[in-house]
Nanobody
Framework: VQLQASGGGLVQAGDSLRLTCAAS????????MGWFRQTPGKEREFVAA????????VYADSMKGRFTISRDNTKNTVVLQMNSLKPEDTARYYC????????????????????WGQGTLVTVSS
């Protein structure tokens, strides 16, 4: 599956950004999707995930209340709405597909994802 992330950019602290990930896969609706982020020299960090149906969403603690993940299975897209951005949110954001078909649990790590997009850069200035 090919994943194309877009929507990154340079914003100021407190602003919002909407990241979109488009997937080229007919079985998109059978798999959960996630967003991760990474800064140079650091490990990839889990941001949020949504299950195959869109009925279950999981967030990293530092993103709860600020970020919202959603998906549209008719358009093969997953969106990360980021509000109240902080300078520490600066990173390259990656979307990825969960390898576990029809998984709806709450346990997510990078090893559970087998397809990754190229990422989109988010820079938040203070």
């Amino acid at each position: 599956v090919q994943l194309q992330a877009s929507g990154g950019g340079l914003v100021q602290a407190g602003d919002s950004l909407r990241l979109t990930c488009a997937a080229s896969e007919r079985t998109f609706s059978s798999f959960g999707m996630g967003w991760f982020r990474q800064t140079p020299g650091k490990e990839r960090e889990f941001v949020a995930a949504i299950d195959w149906s869109g009925g279950s969403r999981v967030y990293a603690d530092s993103m709860k209340g600020r970020f919202t993940i959603s998906r549209d299975n008719t358009k093969n897209t997953v969106v990360l709405q980021m509000n109240s951005l902080k300078p520490e949110d600066t990173a390259r954001y990656y979307c990825a597909r969960d390898r576990r078909i029809y998984y709806s649990g709450s346990d997510y790590s990078s090893r559970d994802f087998d397809s990754w997009g190229q990422g989109t850069l988010v820079t938040v200035s203070s």
